[in-house]
Nanobody, 115 residues
Framework: QVQLVESGGGLVQPGGSLTLSCVTS????????MGWYRQPPGKQRELVVRFTNLGRINYADSAKGRFTLFRDDAKNALNLQMNSLQPNDTAVYYC?????????WGKGTLVIVSH
């Protein structure tokens, strides 16, 4: 059972930045895939960015140029640096891990972009 715990959400003004962190109970290199998803109010969950153990990183169009994924293997953490945040980035951000065909989700962290 892989456990994922997100942190770093909060209230930020438009144009601001936040860094989200997802700490996993497993070494990141043991996962087949890991990434960030988000669910805006009243909408379906959508991909933000994910990577695979084959080295591929996929960013959603909405994240390209503004968000950066980086990992801290010493802390078993997958971090998401978010810049130039806009109100439509408001959402619950979830961490997802995939291992041996099983899918794991964290409980999410809320990001609100507003004045």
């Amino acid at each position: 059972q892989v456990q994922l715990v997100e942190s770093g959400g909060g209230l930020v003004q438009p144009g601001g930045s936040l860094t989200l962190s997802c700490v996993t109970s497993e070494r990141i290199f043991t996962l087949n895939s890991m990434g960030w998803y988000r669910q805006p109010p009243g909408k379906q969950r959508e991909l933000v960015v994910r990577f695979t153990n084959l080295g591929r990183i996929n960013y959603a169009d909405s994240a390209k140029g503004r968000f950066t994924l980086f990992r801290d293997d010493a802390k078993n953490a997958l971090n998401l640096q978010m810049n130039s945040l806009q109100p439509n980035d408001t959402a619950v951000y979830y961490c997802r891990g995939l291992k041996n065909g099983a899918e794991y989700w964290g409980k999410g962290t809320l990001v609100i972009v507003s004045h």
